[in-house]
């Protein structure tokens, strides 16, 4: 290959197109890495309508991990305590065949589970859901996204009636008040807020910007206004906030009538949040709760913005629904520059969602429980009326739970790392440990996960094959493999497919490239609320990205499909929104006189998640060489801890230990950890020994961003 080709970048979900060019260029030397492998020089392309050219350090660096660690042959072995042997992938796919058939006979299709990764393609994540949900017959498929935006997922669907954000990027440019909530955008998602920050800059004093967060994060330093909230104490802070605009008359009377139900029970509970309540309750001042509302109030148009810091939380599903409570009240959905906009963690989040990656839910925003979606599945797929289970399957924190009781016999983890990112950490490894067979696929090795797999499967990664992947803003792109597959890799899509053949589901898996993949599933998706019938890759390859909804016949409502809702019908039985009316239960594990600090945990710039490729990157564990905690003066004083002094973190499950970043940008009796390091890049600094599995009942999203723990100053003996 010799020529540019346009891809996606495959860190997180803002989506930046990625233009790359090959390491060997006529009369030039070749470029290399600074491993020494020839480079791909990467930049952002500039006719990508979601990023405009821009890109961040985790983008620009990308192709550093193209080659380093990279896992080439199909590995197997009988026990974990025995070394890997290669094989071919004859016998791995033999032994994986088998298992399923040995397991599904003798303990039943719900002993089988998959659990796949918002890295993904969408042609990954749809023969996935073929092969398990619809050939096996177990909804026993969940993805990573459950740790990440299954709060938003179930947030919408409550409020709207489907999943789906309902805003564009041109919002962050059109909006008279972005409403920041949980979210690190500066170092999470930076470029969306590039975008934002050069907006915000250029009509300073005109346009707002309100962060929400306990921390003083470098996305709170640039806002007009920061509310540095107790942790756990966000719905307070919405509610408390309706309750001015209801008092001072910010409202929008005819788009409650005519659009939404429930807002007078919604009022009854917000009438309990009388201002001096919220803000002794959230730990801000009355003034800047009321500041907050003003804006909110008095902006034409209004743009809130979130991630982890709302989703990962035991009431996840009630905060993004208290959160779109504000928009319905003031009319603020469906036009430029308004909305609730969730920002997707993973790249391909939104198309794991479309393709139906997760255990409620199947293609084509269905839901498993509903007995119409089930038989229009199994009919498009050719499968028996009855074959897809009625009820959800297991959540990933189930299927661990699923490894202790004996319950699950058969494992496959791909493009995931789940001895690193699943909360109680410890908890996870020894029921890993339990797996009697885990297959284990991914592009890299070693990883931490690996060590509990007795099937290593090596994936050819977004590089090296062409699919789709979806974005925040709704956007599709085609990202075309711009490189040979190393070693005996292959696309995860066709590793499921061939599985599926080798079961005997001959007609099912016919495919014979991912542009057929992908023209299947969009068939799905007709007159569904994520309608993509008008796209295909021969289209997105010609005419570049595009958003859906996307119909064949190209009849939208006017502002889409740029903007959701701007009809002001909702996708509910009446089309009218709901008001959702919450009192908060606060965090799921208080602090308390054993355990007397709230831990959070977040993402810094340079890495990304479990570090599976920007651990392999130089610049960027340069930028970031080791994990710390931060710790607020008056909390290090009380504990004789200096800077860089090392402490021990203790919660009620595990211990880490962590060198002091001594800092205001953290309130006092909260402290702030890192989650990128796992047990292969730092001894005792995994953060999720310490968090805790208790998740919301809704969207079964674990509560990975707070729990109560204990410090102490590491003394020499
Ligand atoms: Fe990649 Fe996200 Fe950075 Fe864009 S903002 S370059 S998608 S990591």
């Known amino acids: 290959m010799t020529d540019s080709k346009k891809t996606l970048c495959p860190y997180c979900g803002v989506g930046c197109g990625l233009e790359v060019s090959p390491p060997a260029q ?88 998959m659990y796949g990764s918002g890295q993904f393609q969408t ?47 041109d919002d962050l440019e059109l909006t008279n008040c972005a409403f920041l909530i949980g979210t690190n955008t500066a170092e999470c998602h930076p470029i969306v807020f590039n975008r934002l920050r050069k907006y915000h800059k250029k009509n300073s004093g005109k346009v707002k910007m309100i962060v929400v967060d306990p921390r003083r994060t470098t996305t709170a330093e640039a806002a007009d206004l920061h509310l540095a909230i107790k942790p756990g104490t966000d719905i307070d802070l919405m509610n408390g906030i309706a309750y001015l605009l209801l008092r001072w008359g910010y409202i929008d009377h005819q788009f409650i009538d005519e659009c939404t139900a429930n807002f007078p029970a919604y009022a009854e509970v917000i009438s309990q949040y009388p201002p001096d309540y919220v803000a002794k309750k959230c730990g801000i001042e009355l003034a800047d709760l009321e500041t907050a509302a003003r804006y909110w109030g008095q902006s034409k148009s209004v743009l809130s913005m979130w991630s982890m810091g709302i989703n990962q939380s035991s009431e996840g599903t009630a905060k993004v629904q208290t959160i779109n409570n504000l928009h319905l009240m003031t009319g603020q959905i469906g036009k430029p520059g308004a909305g609730p906009f969730s920002l997707t963690g993973q790249p391909n989040a939104m198309g794991g969602r479309e393709a139906g990656g997760l255990c409620h839910i199947l293609p084509g925003y269905r839901m498993v429980k509903n007995p119409q979606h089930r038989a229009e599945i199994e009919e498009l797929w050719g499968l028996p009326t009855g074959r897809i289970a009625a009820k959800p399957g297991l959540s990933v924190w189930e299927m661990i739970e699923g490894l202790e009781t004996g319950k699950v016999g058969f494992l496959w983890v791909a493009a995931t790392n789940p001895a690193v990112s699943m909360p109680d950490l410890e908890r996870t490894k020894k029921a890993l440990l339990r797996s009697p067979f885990t297959v284990y696929q991914d592009a890299y090795y070693p990883t931490e996960t690996a060590a509990y797999a007795h ?21 599709v792109t ?13 696309a995860d899509w066709e590793i499921f497919a061939e599985v599926g053949r080798l079961l005997g589901f001959t007609e099912q898996f016919k495919f014979t490239n991912s542009a057929e993949v992908y023209a299947e599933f969009v068939r799905l998706t007709k007159n569904r609320p994520c309608d993509m019938t008008g796209l295909s890759h021969e289209k997105l390859n010609t005419q570049g990205p595009q958003q859906w909804p996307c119909p064949a016949d190209g009849n939208l409502v006017e502002g889409a499909p740029a903007r959701l809702y701007t ?18 239960r606060g965090l799921a594990e208080p602090p308390d006189p054993d355990y ?69 940008n953290i309130s006092p009796g909260t402290v702030f950890v890192p989650m990128h390091w796992g047990a292969l890049w730092a001894k005792d600094a995994e953060a999720n020994v310490l968090t ?3 998740a919301c009942p809704v969207s079964l999203e674990p509560e990975l961003k707070a729990c109560a723990v204990q410090l102490a100053k590491v003394t020499a003996d």
């Open 26 to 113: 006529p009369g030039k030397p070749v470029n290399r890495d600074s491993q020494g492998y020839p480079s791909w020089k990467v930049q952002g392309d500039r006719n990508h309508p979601s990023s405009q050219g821009m890109v961040c350090v985790k983008g620009a660096t990308i192709a550093e991990s193209l080659n380093k660690d990279r896992l080439l042959y199909p590995m197997m072995r009988e026990t974990l305590d025995q070394p890997f042997r290669r094989v071919t992938w004859d016998e791995a796919l033999d032994a994986i065949v088998n298992r399923i058939q040995t397991v599904r006979y003798t303990q039943g299709a719900d002993s089988i589970c």
């Open 596 to 664: 007397p600090f709230v831990l959070t945990v977040g993402r810094l710039y340079g890495h990304w998640h479990t570090q599976t490729r920007t651990g392999r990157i130089e610049k960027i564990t340069q930028m970031h060489p080791h994990p710390f905690i931060e710790i607020h003066p008056r909390d290090a004083a009380k504990l004789s801890i200096q800077e860089e002094e090392l402490v021990e973190v203790r919660s009620r499950r595990g211990f880490a230990r962590f060198p002091a970043k001594i800092t205001k």
């Open 455 to 475: 099937v290593l499967l090596p994936a050819a990664q977004w590089s090296e094959k062409t699919g789709t992947m979806t974005n925040s803003e709704r956007r």
């Open 692 to 694: 805790h599995p208790e």
């Open 123 to 169: 042609e990954d994540y749809y023969v996935a859901q073929k092969l398990i949900k619809g050939c096996l017959g177990t909804n026993n498929f969940d993805a990573n996204s459950r740790l990440c935006m299954s709060s938003a997922v179930s947030g919408y669907i409550q409020s709207f009636g489907a999943d789906g954000p309902p805003c564009c990027y």
């Open 567 to 584: 009809d002001n019908r909702f996708h509910t039985p009446d089309g009218r929104a709901r008001f959702a009316a919450y009192h908060s």
């Open 478 to 490: 085609l990202c075309s493999a711009f490189r040979d597959r190393p070693g005996e890799t292959k």
